[in-house]
């Protein structure tokens, strides 16, 4: 059972271009996150994801940024015209079930790391 | 709002001994915590996660507690060893029925040989 892919592992743009980052969860997980993590800061929520659904995307910035979690294939996570302070550790996790008292551990991928120049 | 803060920001001990890792947590309405550790350019791999009716979790030379009613939560690892140096995180649920996570600073930890 593979773990949480990511792809591309490393991502550079230039300003004004646009990034596409993408997730596949781990087999039999309905249930992804993405996070940020900018230099030497911690990691922070953007947004979650069921398939075909936005369920929270309040961690998300208002403009260029964008989400989807199809019904076949992987989660995107899309920017646009990115800008230098875009420039992070972009960080997918996955889950197979959501609150209650299941077992809800979070596993998360190797990361995209975007450089914008 | 959740806030977690983890102390120290950075730790150096000798191979060999034990030590201790500090998570602390500002809402006790939690229903998990879970301690990842993160190599430097790597993801993040899930060490433990303790349910919030369990008080420990323990995995080979690791421990974690959870008092929630403190708010706070311990790493502890046992007979350190350099393999172990790394970024240690611990992170909460948001608010129940959600997993978006809250995540500490972490705290660099050295292993010297």
């Known amino acids: 059972n593979a773990g949480v892919m990511q792809n591309p592992r490393h991502l550079v743009r230039r300003r004004g271009q646009e990034a596409r980052l993408r997730c596949s969860p781990m087999k039999g997980h309905s249930h992804v996150y993405w996070y940020r993590q900018l230099p030497e800061e911690g990691l922070k929520f953007m947004v979650y994801?069921?398939?075909?659904?936005?369920?929270?995307e309040s961690g998300m910035p208002k403009e260029r940024f964008s989400a989807e979690f199809p019904k076949e294939g992987p989660s995107i996570l899309r920017i646009q015209q990115v800008v230098r302070g875009d420039s992070a550790a972009y960080f997918c996790?996955?889950?197979?079930?959501?609150?209650?008292?299941?077992?809800?551990?979070?596993?998360f991928g190797q990361g995209t790391r975007l450089t914008v120049v | 709002k959740q806030e977690v803060t983890q102390i120290p920001a950075a730790l150096s001990v000798p191979e060999g001994e034990n030590l201790v890792l500090n998570c602390s947590f500002t809402d006790s309405a939690i229903y998990n915590l879970q301690w990842f550790r993160q190599d430097p350019g790597k993801g993040l791999t899930s060490l433990l996660l303790?349910?919030?009716?369990?008080r420990e979790q323990t995995s080979g030379r690791l421990n974690a507690s959870l008092d929630k009613s403190s708010g706070r939560s311990t790493l502890y690892i046992a007979a350190s060893q350099p393999g172990d140096s790394a970024t240690y995180l611990c992170a909460v649920p948001t608010f129940f029925g959600n997993e978006k996570l809250t995540f500490g600073t972490g705290t660099r930890l050295t292993i010297i040989p």
């Open positions: 996790a996955s889950s197979i079930s959501t609150g209650g008292t299941t077992n809800t551990e979070a596993f």
């Open positions: 994801l069921q398939k075909e659904n936005i369920i929270d």
């Open positions: 303790i349910q919030s009716s369990q």
